[in-house]
């Protein structure tokens, strides 16, 4: 069965920096490509970033773009996520999720169970 | 503001059908198709309908979506206690190469 784990998230003071893993089992990892998406406390979702299968290509929101980075190691089947400069409003829980090729765009079919990130002194 | 236009909060009774609305343009939803998502209170979002309007297997046909132009709906019939969630819509953006979910709609089945 397909399971996402996200991990690294916690309590971190603004300006420092953190990194998230989700690691992915049950399907292959190198069909798909990954997201993350945020939800800050009692607001909707916000997506994050997305990576192709293969790494090569990247998509930011404007909100992370230059503050942010997405990566993954296909060999060990885990997406990341470095969160650099953190500021209070980048606290939420941070979801990676799996996305399958629909007709035209891709929609996420796998969801992880999200790791809490909270940006406070 | 979200790219994608929801309506806060929709309610009906156990047993009715509710429509959620989902507004966009044409750089996505006119261009794209659509993708919805149910978050039970306390957990992670779980997809609903892709391509406007496929059900992943598991999900109940009282759960449908169109698209038409800019906009799409998601519908839900028969409403259980347990449909009580937040609702959000997501597409691709051609204009601002981003993933854009709506603000969200808060279902209550009175």
């Known amino acids: 069965q397909v399971q996402l784990v996200e991990s690294g998230g916690g309590v971190v003071q603004p300006g420092r920096s953190l990194r998230l893993s989700c690691a992915a089992s049950?399907?292959?990892?190198?069909?798909?490509?990954m997201h993350w998406v945020r939800q800050a406390p009692g607001k909707g979702l916000e997506w994050v970033a997305v990576i192709s299968y293969d790494g090569n290509t990247k998509y930011y929101a404007d909100s992370v773009k230059g503050q942010f980075t997405i990566s993954r190691d296909n060999s060990k089947t885990t997406l990341f996520l470095q969160m650099d400069s953190l500021r209070p409003e980048d606290t939420a829980v941070y979801y990676c999720a799996r996305a399958s090729l629909g007709a035209k765009v891709a929609y996420f079919d796998y969801w992880g169970q999200g790791t809490l990130v909270t940006v406070s002194s | 503001q979200s790219v994608l236009t929801q309506p806060p909060s929709v309610s009906a009774a156990p047993g009715q059908k509710v429509t959620i609305s989902c507004s966009g343009s044409?750089?996505?939803?006119?261009?794209?198709?659509v993708s919805w998502y149910q978050q039970l209170p306390g957990t992670a979002p779980k997809l609903l309908i892709y391509?406007?309007?496929k059900g992943p297997s598991g999900i109940p046909d009282r759960f449908s979506g169109s698209k038409s132009g800019t906009s799409a709906t998601l519908g839900i019939t028969g409403l259980q206690t347990g449909d009580e969630a937040d609702y959000y819509c997501g597409t691709w953006d051609n204009s601002l190469s981003a993933w854009v979910f709506g603000g969200g709609t808060k279902l209550t089945v009175l």
């Open positions: 044409s750089s996505n939803i006119g261009d794209n198709f």
């Open positions: 391509d406007n309007a």
């Open positions: 049950g399907f292959t990892f190198t069909h798909y490509a």
